[in-house]
């Protein structure tokens, strides 16, 4: 079967705008959690957020585009425009129906569709955009993706909440084994406007905490909640085949493994899916838990769920037998961006052979038997990874990535 | 609401660019009178969001029908100016 290959990352992240910003900040420990500012969310029990800084949408989206798309459409077009770039793709060269877009989302653009429901209840219909037929649509980040870049063959999106980002990419590898030659995967979100908010603090999982260093500390004692956050990553998915055929510049690392669980119903005292997850994902690469370098934790950040991912975790491999890493504590949890997110951060972990920390835990609670990679990044030359996604309803997801000889 | 009587097509290219952009290559400052919409980058949907703006700017309502037959600037313009319901200066 033909190997599915990463040959583009386009990422825009609270701590970093840009593949390469990103990177850079992720491995000096910058956070980007930080009191909101997209609205004012004093009325709220959580004020704290990972806003993607200095992205001045016009330099980037053609003004066609703007009253048809909000902040997270256009986050994700700007990322795919930079996937594709790096890529080094000609699209030209590409047939239209060889070029498929699967992305995750989790609420759509509630941003652009709470605006308009704002303005039906209090100025009337004739006041809704016309736009909004399509624009806060769950596929919208996909359909305009699909639209600016001609890519018209086999499509969709994948709603798992923060597990999405992986199933995505796993539906992408389908789509590559099925024969079309390159597929845009990920997934970028942004929610954060109260429509957005309201449902997050409804879980009961959102940190309160005030404090930016304090309130998503997964694997501590301490652990509270999480923060979340905006953003995520755009990735190229190619046949390995096609890709090495067309010249391209680089390959960050094969998609050798995927698999998904659901947990079982609340209360039946059975474990989490998370486990067999990772598992089915290990022999899907066709390797044991020893063949594994690193793990990029889900790292809810919520203490009984991470009790439940570190059982996982020491269940497979052992009680710290392989680094573990939630870069994410410097971004926040980026609802269907997320796991996209960690499998960028994953690949330039076995691109530049380091491990970067996860940040703001001192000391991971011992009792979890972790590995995890605090205060400085780790020079281990790590050659295969697994990253683990839950969303809330009980998706699990766990993708491996592996260096390929480039 | 426009002090006006006659909506002009600078008037329409202002509310094309408001409700829909403009698009790359396209200069709406130009000779675009007679140029059908749809060469002008403005699809259905746009064209129904750009209406939408000129009825709520100037408190008239065009048949659904007409504005399907109205795909040029100009004829756009000589429906929403001979619908007898936009208002009087004042």
């Known amino acids: ?406 | 609401m426009s002090a006006t009587t006659t909506v002009t097509l600078t008037d329409l290219t202002r509310m094309l660019r408001e409700s829909a952009g403009e698009e790359e290559g396209v200069d709406l400052d130009g000779d675009v009178l007679d140029v059908p919409f749809d060469e002008l980058g403005y699809d259905s949907l746009a064209m129904l969001q750009v209406i939408g703006q000129i009825q709520r700017e100037y408190g008239i309502r065009l048949p659904d029908e007409a504005i399907a037959h109205a795909d040029t600037p100009h004829a756009l313009l000589t429906l929403i100016n001979t619908s007898g319901e936009v208002p009087q200066a004042g």
């Open chain 1, 1 to 406: 079967m033909t190997a599915a290959v990463v040959t583009g990352l386009g990422v825009a992240a609270p701590n970093g705008l840009g593949t390469e910003a990103f990177w850079k900040a992720t491995l000096a420990g910058q956070s980007g959690l930080a009191p909101l500012t997209r609205f004012d969310p004093a009325q709220y029990p959580s004020v704290l957020a990972g806003e993607v800084k200095g992205f001045v949408a016009e330099e980037h989206i053609p003004s066609r585009l703007m009253p048809q798309t909000d902040h997270m459409t256009r986050l994700a077009l700007a990322a795919a425009d930079w996937a594709i770039g790096d890529s080094g793709a000609d699209l030209r060269q590409l047939p239209e129906y060889g070029m498929g877009v699967v992305t995750a989302a989790s609420g759509g653009a509630v941003e652009f569709g709470q605006r308009e429901l704002e303005n039906l209840w209090s100025k009337g219909k004739e006041y809704v955009s016309a736009y909004q037929s399509f624009a806060w649509f769950y596929a919208v980040n996909t359909g305009q993706i699909s639209i600016r870049h001609k890519m018209r063959g086999p499509s969709g999106v994948l709603l798992t909440e923060q597990a999405g980002g992986i199933d995505a990419i796993g539906h992408a590898r389908r789509h590559v084994r099925k024969g079309t030659p390159l597929v845009v995967s990920g997934g970028v979100d942004a929610a954060l406007c109260p429509w957005g908010w309201v449902p997050q603090i409804a879980s009961g999982r959102m940190s309160t905490v005030t404090e930016a260093d304090r309130a998503y500390l997964p694997f501590s004692t301490d652990a509270c909640g999480y923060v979340v956050g905006e953003g995520g990553a755009v990735v190229i998915l190619e046949d390995a085949a096609s890709a090495r055929e067309r010249g391209a510049p680089r390959v960050y690392g094969e998609v050798a493994g995927y698999a998904a669980t659901m947990d079982p119903a609340p209360g039946t005292g059975r474990p989490s899916g998370l486990r067999r997850a990772a598992e089915n994902a290990i022999t899907d690469a066709g390797l044991t838990p020893q063949g594994i370098d690193v793990v990029f934790a889900d790292a809810a950040g919520v203490p009984e769920l991470d009790q439940a991912e570190a059982a996982a975790i020491t269940g497979l491999f052992g009680r710290r037998a392989v680094p573990v890493t939630a870069p994410k504590t410097m971004t926040g949890r980026l609802l269907a961006g997320g796991a996209a997110l960690d499998v960028a951060t994953a690949l330039l972990s076995l691109r530049d052979g380091v491990i970067p920390p996860t940040v703001n835990v001192r000391v991971p609670a011992p009792a979890y038997g972790l590995d995890l990679v605090t205060g400085q990044p780790r020079d281990t030359n790590p050659s295969s990874a697994l990253v683990l996604a839950r969303g809330y309803g009980g998706f699990n997801a766990a993708l491996v990535l592996r260096r390929t000889e480039n």
